[in-house]
């Protein structure tokens, strides 16, 4: 059973449009919300991050917008960049529990020129 | 600050050597991670410490893998005699002490069994 779900495996736009991705859960323990950038051979960096008390999180080019009800969130690029290509993790975790991450599958987002 | 270093970058061993991978965590993080990354089966959590102590390693297949944290400057995964199937991108992450911080991540080592 997947726990962190990204429906798109990728997703490509062009440049200075807003690239939309996707992320769902199933554990509602789950109150926090990292999403992580990926380059090759790099490890993945954190880009934003939200926790469960919010429905929005905002930084530069990047929102989250995030649903309790419907345990979806979404990450929102705006003005992509072809320096944006990379690999994107939804990641959650429990405050409850671990302090694991459980990461979603990545979805591999192109920014055409 | 360097972030995590992991060492080596890249490893490869014969099939049933031993491979041992390090990570130097951030300084002053009390809490060190260990992931597997793989095409199939993603990001994979295998073990944590906090404050050097071993907290869960659920994660970890239950034979060959061993992890270590012996001083709060380096932690270790050994993988005894090792299989094709551990071929893979092991990550090192470390964060500062309290719940849901932010997690930094290492380049990571990948590990290829020939």
């Known amino acids: 059973q997947q726990q962190v779900r990204q429906s798109s495996q990728s997703l490509t736009v062009w440049e200075g449009e807003t690239a939309i991705l996707n992320c769902s859960y199933e554990n509602s323990a789950f109150d926090y919300f990292p999403w992580y950038q990926q380059f090759p051979g790099e490890g993945p960096a954190l880009l934003i991050a939200i926790r469960s008390v919010s429905d929005k999180k905002e930084d530069g080019r990047f929102t989250i917008f995030f649903n309790k009800r419907e345990k979806n969130l979404s990450l929102h690029i705006k003005d992509s960049q072809p320096g944006d290509s990379a690999t994107y993790f939804c990641?959650?975790?429990?405050?409850?529990?671990?302090?694991?991450?459980?990461f979603g599958s990545g979805t591999q987002l192109t920014v055409m020129p | 600050n360097a972030g995590v270093i992991q060492t080596p970058r890249h490893k490869v061993t014969g099939k049933g050597q031993e491979a041992t991978l390090w990570c130097e965590p951030i300084s002053g993080h009390s809490a060190v991670f260990w992931y597997r990354q793989t095409i199939v089966q993603g990001l994979e959590f295998l073990t944590y410490?906090?404050?050097?102590?071993?907290?869960?390693d659920s994660g970890m297949p239950k034979e060959r893998f061993s992890a270590q944290m012996p001083n709060q400057s380096h932690s270790t995964l050994k993988i005894q005699s090792t299989q094709p199937q551990d071929s893979a991108v092991y990550l090192c992450?470390?964060?500062?002490?309290?719940?849901?911080?932010?997690?930094?991540f290492g380049k990571g080592t990948r590990l290829t069994v020939v």
């Open positions: 990641a959650a975790s429990a405050s409850s529990g671990s302090w694991q991450l459980i």
């Open positions: 992450a470390s964060s500062s002490p309290g719940k849901n911080t932010e997690v930094f």
């Open positions: 410490f906090r404050n050097q102590a071993p907290i869960d």
